[in-house]
T-cell receptor, first 113, second 114 residues
């Protein structure tokens, strides 16, 4: 079945460091890919998404590129801030029109000043 | 615009008691989801509705769990009887056809069963 695998956390970085959180997926067909972020005590919020191969999603300085050849959607940010501390979830929607999401296990990110 | 509204935000109950979690989706949305989040299993989709009709309930753990959506603006997730292993954060989420699979989450109901 469809699944998402994220790099294990927790991840701890210093402010202004470069961030990569790896995400790979298994799916039949052509899924859409997402990154959601969960701040402490809150629900999940969409961070960015990409709906087809080679698309790049970006938001708030974060980027991720849909790589069909490697079935990956790694999240990157060039210079992290303390306010980026949160749990990040990679997710897929099995195909266009399928409304449900399959989530990875989440990666907890802590940024120290 | 109001987002997805869940109640209660926090609930502590004793084993064996009935628990009812409530959700009001974003107005106009035609899909509603119930997710459960635990440290051990992460985020699990329990059930989702389209136009108030349950589409996929394969994630509902067992018969103790039931979900209803009597109208487009209200859904409930009920656990009866509750057990300590049901302790988790339960999220409701909604979306609308044509939203590009973007799903909007509520802030969650934090359930502790003692």
């Amino acid at each position: 079945g469809d699944s998402v695998t994220q790099m294990e956390g927790p991840v701890t970085l210093s402010e202004e460091a470069f961030l990569t959180i790896n995400c790979t997926y298994t799916a039949t067909g052509y899924p859409s890919l997402f990154w959601y972020v969960q701040y402490p005590g809150e629900g999940l919020q969409l961070l960015l998404k990409a709906t087809k191969a080679d698309d790049k999603g970006s938001n708030k300085g974060f980027e991720a590129t849909y790589r069909k050849e490697t079935t990956s959607f790694h999240l990157e940010k060039g210079s992290v801030q303390v306010s980026d501390s949160a749990v990040y979830f990679c997710a897929l929607s099995p195909h266009q029109g399928a409304q449900k999401l399959v989530f990875g296990q989440g990666t907890r990110l802590t940024i120290n000043p | 615009d109001a987002g997805v509204i869940q109640s209660p935000r926090h609930e502590v109950t004793e084993m064996g008691q009935e628990v009812t979690l409530r959700c009001k989706p974003i107005s106009g949305h035609d899909y509603l989801f119930w997710y459960r989040q635990t440290m051990m299993r992460g985020l699990e989709l329990l059930i989702y509705f389209n136009n108030n009709v349950p589409i996929d309930d394969s994630g509902m753990p067992e018969d103790r769990f039931s979900a209803k959506m009597p109208n487009a603006s209200f859904s409930t997730l009920k656990i009866q009887p509750s057990e300590p292993r049901d302790s988790a954060v339960y999220f409701c989420a909604s979306t609308i056809e044509g939203a590009g699979n973007t799903i909007y989450f509520g802030e969650g109901s934090w359930l502790t069963v003692v």
